[in-house]
T-cell receptor
Framework: DTEVTQTPKHLVMGMTNKKSLKCEQH?????MYWYKQKAKKPPELMFV???????INESVPSRFSPECPNSSLLNLHLHALQPEDSALYLC??????????????FGEGSWLTVV | QQQVKQSPQSLIVQKGGISIINCAYE??????FPWYQQFPGKGPALLIA?????SEKKEGRFTISFNKSAKQFSLHIMDSQPGDSATYFC???????????FGKGTTLSVSS
């Protein structure tokens, strides 16, 4: 079983709504990630946090706003999304930000539908 | 140069058969090659991984073969079972890299 927990599992929101996705890990990992995955496609990196600081933003639109309140929690705040933002949003973590040899553990994801 | 090319896109194998998925890369700085398994509605889960100083790694029915000179690596699933039906992603990364580079994925169906 994954040790990265994401809530909610499913979310339907209107284009004017504000909502948040939450992620929690208790493996002592200091790197946490948000990925977006469309059907039948590989995960696409959105954000990377290293020691609670944002270290990578892959040119993600500002309607997605990440937050890392502490080393165990990661949030993704959503506002004024578009229907094309509907996707599976995956949270992940690893021991450190350096990727080589560091296993990245994914949560089960939050299915987002924008109507 | 940052791409990882994965083939085939889909694969149908009889129960008990061998499933083989191939990946190729160009960036010689890649030094970690994990494979992820993803079931419908679930997040990707690490299946097995290899470093380039090893030519083969086996875990149960799953084996990674690595050919450094050809810049290719492959996943072999022996005695494939219907429960192995899933999407498989190869990936690659560098220690100094900024992202885990995924292949496009292979959808495996094991028929009983």
């Amino acid at each position: 079983d994954t040790e990265v927990t994401q809530t909610p599992k499913h979310l339907v929101m209107g284009m004017t709504n504000k909502k948040s996705l939450k992620c929690e890990q208790h493996m002592g990992h200091r790197a946490m990630y948000w990925y977006k995955q469309k059907a039948k496609k590989p995960p696409e990196l959105m954000f990377v946090y290293s020691y609670e600081k944002l270290s990578i933003n892959e040119s993600v639109p500002s309607r997605f706003s990440p937050e890392c309140p502490n080393s165990s929690l990661l949030n993704l705040h959503l506002h004024a999304l578009q229907p094309e933002d509907s996707a599976l949003y995956l949270c992940a973590s690893s021991k450190e930000r350096s990727y080589s040899g560091n296993t990245i553990y994914f949560g089960e994801g939050s299915w987002l539908t924008v109507v | 140069q940052q791409q990882v090319k994965q083939s085939p896109q889909s694969l149908i194998v009889q129960k008990g058969g061998i499933s083989i998925i191939n990946c190729a890369y160009e960036n010689t700085a890649f030094d970690y090659f994990p494979w992820y398994q993803q079931f419908p509605g679930k997040g990707p889960a690490l299946l097995i991984a290899i470093r380039p100083d090893v030519s083969e790694k086996k875990e149960g029915r799953f084996t990674i073969s690595f050919n450094k000179s050809a810049k290719q690596f492959s996943l072999h699933i022996m005695d494939s079972q219907p429960g192995d039906s899933a999407t498989y992603f190869c990936a690659a990364s560098t220690q100094a890299g900024t992202a885990l580079i995924f292949g496009k994925g292979t959808t495996l169906s094991v028929s009983s």
